[in-house]
């Protein structure tokens, strides 16, 4: 009908030709898309030709590998099988590291060809992410960054308009080089520390929880895009919610307003005029802007005033309710250029308490109790993906905590992380990239430079402010961002941090606390007038409820050993020897940063190989990590107004601090700390017996059954203590009953089990914990006697990607202790991963049952999976799941 048209009536072939044109207008604002598949690489020293050569789309490419983008050189070489698993016992080791053979080991060009022309009224954009460490970029064989580009955390626009070949076959070539100075990975933290003297995240040279990364991770290590607009290209938009007053979740709101700005480039010869616009709830706040030729401007639009917003909650507090908005530049109807943003409607705000004497953070004029865990890095060699991400958040957001704090020694995390985040409630504390370790704090003899000079690092100034400018544009739009930090341990040297704090925040965002350092006064004071942090190794569980630390403290943590099958995944056979306290540790399990159990493991009797060890590790997990909870909220606004774990991930197959492993598996360090900290929660103080409730909530919690039962360890029989009914008032944690008498006249000489449930008035069961007590010589004989458990468990597909586990034991039976649960394949035995339990290394009481659902990748969904299940008196099992 078209070409009819056209051919017999050349006014309406004006008209359509017209059409056409506004409605490309209208669609370029869509044409964003990553350049992340077809790139090829070869090292620098394997070819003599210069970017102008390479660049061109017909220079050969011939012995050029595959490479990874976004990625690192050694991921590109991995997948390419030209080294080892690095993660894998120690092939690390086989690896030659950067700092023996100097940078061009590691100095590569990248090449992407692709197709891409523009109309005359559009323009094209090229968008790197990030680069480790410096680039050279050059399209269609002109060179097109017009110096070297440096720095890790910093990215790069650049209009390839003038660039783009006319037949649309282009390409794009990258010369990366490593940091200038890889630092030599004598085994300090961080090396000898001049990895630090570049804009570079300082781990990769090597840490007290993993080994150095040889290529200290060079390469187009983060995402590319190309971008079509018309004249004007929406950038850096921003968004700023003010929630007044002290609001409830789920209540009808008083309210908010919302300011949006945004940055309007021109790059054309000439002025353009338009629109600048977004719509919201059904109201279009806009205006009219005229934007000078070949500039950039800020604009920012008129405030919104929101009637009764739905707010973002952190975890544990209220929903997470998140708004899309467009902001668009218009020409009548036509959009040249539109970038979408995803916000949440809520208010961080921070005031010293002098109870703790330390900060106190409110969220909607609401108090936060901080239950945070620290966080390195996704992956070590920055394989990050966006699933990977969202499984990660989640694992927190499961652990009942509300707060991940980003530790200054990795980098800024992604815009994605973020995005999980937003999910699910998790208060963000995002460092800048420094560390007492390499920046100078401390005496240091594995360091090259005093710490005068170190004090100076990075070496570029001026480098460091333009990117902590960028890296703020970048995700300080996300609700879940709370607490900006100017490094782990220390202050960036103090013409940076004058500038972070006198105008870098105030003018690019001015609405987050800064704190100078993670440990710093500001943040909390300790009895004797300081601050710090720790200690970091595993504890008697009692300490945690009867030792004041750090009011507000940011890195607390202990062991996290995994459980056998995490282990079988990275030790060789050859080495998968359990360390015995006091005894020589395994070379692989010393290269894999193990730390000590100390005396704990011998409590449950000796391991007698590593299977048996891991599986004791688990008991000792899940009690030190539900102490730790418990004891920090048992003296919430007393003594403390948060906590944070060191740490709660590794991004290598670490032996230490992780509630799950490298490869998304879960161990007892998850489930403890889940029980631990949950919103609403029953517990027991170790030291004095005395049971207490924890109230996270803003609302007094009325007609409480409080009940409390002792199990005799061997024959399952119980003794009820108490019933009774009770209240709790807001954000509180309260004292109600001893049992210390009582358990004394048991004459405990072996153990027993302790059970507390707190049920409504309905009997819905709200809040439940099983103690584990040693007998009257600190060890667990009764639990070594144990007679074998009789558990019946089922399993049905509830759902896409979703199983229904139902566990009950009969009311003759032993309590069934300790059970894991895991989904793994029918045919290699091997775990689904990552799968989310709604509890794990859980125990049934006689005559009780119990209902759990796990969630697995809807990926699996389909094939033949199975049930597996163990537990310390119960014989390892694998069922069928029903249909």
């Given amino acids: 009908m078209i070409k009819h ?19 490309h207008i209208t669609a ?112 269609n064989g002109k060179k097109i960054n017009p110096r070297t580009h440096e720095g890790m955390f910093l990215r790069q626009q650049y209009n390839i308009t003038p660039f783009l070949a006319k037949n649309g076959t282009n390409r794009l070539a990258v010369i990366v080089y490593p940091p200038d100075h890889p630092g030599n990975p004598n085994g300090g933290q961080g090396g000898d520390g001049t990895i630090a003297k570049g804009l570079t995240h300082q781990y990769v040279a090597g840490w007290d929880w993993i080994q150095p990364i040889r290529d200290r991770n060079t390469g187009i290590w983060d995402k590319v895009f190309i971008e079509k607009t018309g004249g004007i290209n929406v950038q850096n938009p921003h968004i700023v919610t003010e929630v007044k007053g002290k609001r409830y ?51 920012r639009l008129p405030d919104l005033k929101l009637d009764n917003p739905r707010l973002w909650w952190p975890n544990g507090y209220g929903a997470q309710e998140l708004y899309d908005i467009k902001l668009q530049f218009l020409q009548g109807t036509a959009s040249h250029d539109e970038e979408t943003i995803r916000f949440g ?49 989640r694992f927190h957001r499961d652990m009942n905590l509300n707060l991940i704090r980003i530790w200054g020694g990795a980098l800024t995390e992604r815009p994605e992380f973020y995005q999980a985040c937003d999910k699910y409630g998790m208060l963000v504390f995002q460092d ?165 159990y100390g005396e704990h493991i011998d409590k449950y009797g000796p391991a007698t190989d590593a299977e048996d060890f891991a599986m004791k590790a688990q008991l000792v997990n899940y009690d030190q990590y539900r102490a730790l909870a418990e004891g920090f909220s048992s003296h919430m606004w007393h003594w403390y107004t948060g906590v944070m774990i060191w740490k709660t991930q590794n991004p290598w197959t670490a032996l230490r601090g992780q509630m799950y492993d490298y490869y998304l598996d879960p161990n007892a360090c998850l489930y403890g700390l889940r029980k631990g900290s949950e919103p609403l929660h029953i517990m027991m103080n170790p030291a004095d017996s005395m049971v207490m409730i924890v109230n996270n909530g803003f609302t007094t919690r009325r007609d409480l059954m409080m009940e409390a039962r002792v199990y005799d360890v061997l ?53 439940e914990n099983l103690y584990w007590l040693p007998g009257a010589d600190g060890k667990y004989k009764a639990l070594q006697e144990m007679p074998a458990g009789r558990l019946q468990v089922s399993a049905t597909h509830t759902g896409r990607g979703r199983v229904t586990i139902t566990l009950s034991n009969p009311e ?72």
């Avoid at 894998?88 to 990248?110: A, L, R, S, V």
């Avoid at 979740?249 to 353009?272: K, M």
Wanted: aromatic share 12%; charged share 20%; proline share 7%.
């Fill in 345 to 393: 409607i809520r208010q961080i705000d921070n005031s010293w308490n002098p109870q703790t004497g330390s900060m106190q953070a409110f969220v909607n004029g609401q108090p936060i109790f901080i239950k945070g865990g620290n966080w390195i890095i996704s992956d070590a060699m920055l394989r990050f993906s966006e699933e990977r991400y969202d499984a990660e958040v």
């Fill in 812 to 883: 003759t039976a032993p309590v069934s202790f300790f059970n894991r649960l895991a989904l793994i394949h029918a045919g290699s035995g091997e775990r689904i991963l990552p799968a989310f339990y709604s509890d794990n290394y859980l125990s049934i009481l006689p005559g009780e049952r119990t209902t759990i659902v796990a969630d697995y990748p809807e990926t699996f969904t389909g094939k033949d999976i199975r049930l597996e299940y163990y537990g310390w008196n119960q014989e390892r099992q694998v069922i069928g799941i029903q249909k």
């Fill in 249 to 299: 979740p789920g209540a009808s709101q008083e309210p908010a307003v919302i300011r949006v700005s945004a940055e309007l480039e021109n790059p054309t010869p000439g002025e353009v005029s338009g629109i600048l616009q977004y719509q919201l709830e059904g109201k279009t706040i806009s205006k009219q802007v005229t934007i000078p030729a070949n500039s950039r401007q800020e604009i």
């Fill in 715 to 767: 024959t399952g029989r119980d003794s009820l203590y108490t019933l009774i009914f009770n209240e709790i008032g807001p954000s509180m944690a309260k004292k109600y009953f001893p049992m210390n008498g009582f358990l004394k006249s048991l004459h405990k000489q072996s153990g027993v089990f302790v059970s507390l449930k707190l049920k409504g008035t309905d009997k819905t069961l709200i809040s």
């Fill in 432 to 596: 800048f990239w420094f560390s007492g370790d390499c920046n100078g704090r401390w005496l240091d003899p594995m360091k090259k430079e005093d710490q005068w000079t170190r004090r100076k690092y990075p070496d570029d100034h001026p480098l460091v402010v333009r990117a902590i400018a960028d890296q703020v544009r970048m995700i300080r739009n996300h609700p879940s961002l709370a607490f900006w930090c100017g490094g782990n341990e220390i202050t960036p040297p103090e013409d940076i941090l004058h500038a972070i704090k006198d105008s870098l925040l105030p003018a690019l965002d001015g609405t987050r606390y800064f704190f100078d350092y993670s440990n710093s006064d500001s943040m909390s004071l300790n009895t004797i007038g300081g601050n710090g942090d720790g200690p970091y190794n595993i504890q008697d569980i009692n300490s945690f409820w009867t030792h004041k630390t750090f009011p507000y403290n940011s890195e607390i943590g202990s062991v996290g050993v995994g459980d056998y099958a995490s282990l079988k995944r990275f030790i060789p056979a050859g080495n998968m020897t359990p360390p015995q306290h006091r005894g020589k540790i395994d070379s692989v399990w010393q290269y894999h940063k193990y730390i000590g």
């Fill in 28 to 139: 370029y604002t869509q044409q964003r898309y990553e350049l992340n598949s077809g790139w090829r690489c070869i090292n620098v020293k394997n070819t003599t030709a210069n970017g102008n050569a390479i660049s061109q789309p017909s220079y050969p490419l011939k012995g050029w590998m595959p490479a990874t983008v976004p990625g690192t050189v050694l991921t590109t070489l991995l997948n390419n099988q030209q080294i080892p698993d690095p993660f894998y016992g120690m092939n690390n080791e086989k690896i030659p590291d950067i700092y023996h053979t100097g940078n061009d080991q590691y100095t590569y060009w990248f090449v992407k060809d692709f197709k891409e022309t523009v109309l005359p009224q559009e323009q094209a954009w090229l968008q790197l992410r990030g680069v480790n460490y410096k680039s050279e970029i050059y399209l």
């Fill in 5 to 23: 048209i056209y051919h017999h009536h050349p006014f309406a072939c004006l008209l359509i030709g017209a059409l056409l044109t506004l409605i």
